[in-house]
């Protein structure tokens, strides 16, 4: 995992580079985020006879940044306090929330904008590599029978929509993004592809 963790972010830190020789071109601007992080799946599933049990993070607020310079971007999210919780019945004594942690997503993205603005409004679509790291503290028999609720990071794709609204230097941004990896694969598991999406609003600023 920290291998495919090492190439993603080798692979971003490439991407933003392939910019630097045109910054002289290029429109740079910054964008301060703040929404909402949701898994969009449970992380595991453990079927034993009719028992099932499925842990999935709790939605939670996410702060977020954009640099973006001309078609490139580079994005950070940030979520502080992310629940972790079980449902279902297992034979597991554990129920409810069983532990919280954080969460560090970044990406780098070619941003795509293929309808020209009307008046202000402009919508756009981006997809890049990214990686993400979770930290968390949670009940030691459950982390120890699911990998994926243990602290970990890994690559991932990721993609998304939204639309800004400029007015001369300074605007207003929505979007929508998800980043997709391969879930951790625990025994007695199969492993699914995990989606962590963000819902984002924030300012536009360009700087130059």
């Known amino acids: 995992m920290r291998f495919r ?4 972010l080798a692979g971003a830190a490439l991407l933003l580079a392939s910019a630097g020789g045109a910054l002289h ?3 740079i601007t910054l964008s301060p985020l703040l929404g909402v992080y949701t898994q969009a799946n449970s992380v595991d599933q453990l079927r034993s006879n009719a028992n099932a049990l499925s842990i999935k993070r709790q939605s939670a607020l996410a702060l977020g ?3 973006e310079i001309g078609f490139l971007r580079a994005s950070l999210n940030y979520v ?3 629940t972790v919780q ?5 034979s597991f004594s554990t129920a409810g929330d069983i532990g919280k942690g954080k969460i560090l997503m970044g990406a780098a993205d070619a941003v795509l904008r293929p309808i020209p603005r009307l008046i202000v409004l402009q919508p756009y679509a981006l997809a890049g590599i990214g990686f993400k790291k979770f930290d968390y503290d949670t009940n030691q028999n459950l982390s120890s029978a699911f990998g994926s609720v243990k602290s970990n990071s890994t690559a991932a794709f990721h993609a998304g929509v939204g639309a800004d609204l400029m007015f001369g230097g300074i605007g207003i941004m929505a979007e929508i993004t998800d980043y997709i990896s391969k879930g951790q694969q625990d025994t ?4 699914q592809m995990q989606h962590d999406a963000y819902g984002l609003v924030g300012l536009r ?3 130059f």
Request: charged share 5%.
């Open 5 to 8: 963790g090492s190439i993603a």
């Open 188 to 191: 007695g598991t199969s492993a």
């Open 86 to 90: 079980q449902n279902g019945t297992t």
């Open 25 to 27: 071109a290029q429109s």
């Open 65 to 67: 940044g954009n640099l």
């Open 80 to 82: 502080s306090g992310a």
């Open 205 to 207: 600023l360009r700087l």
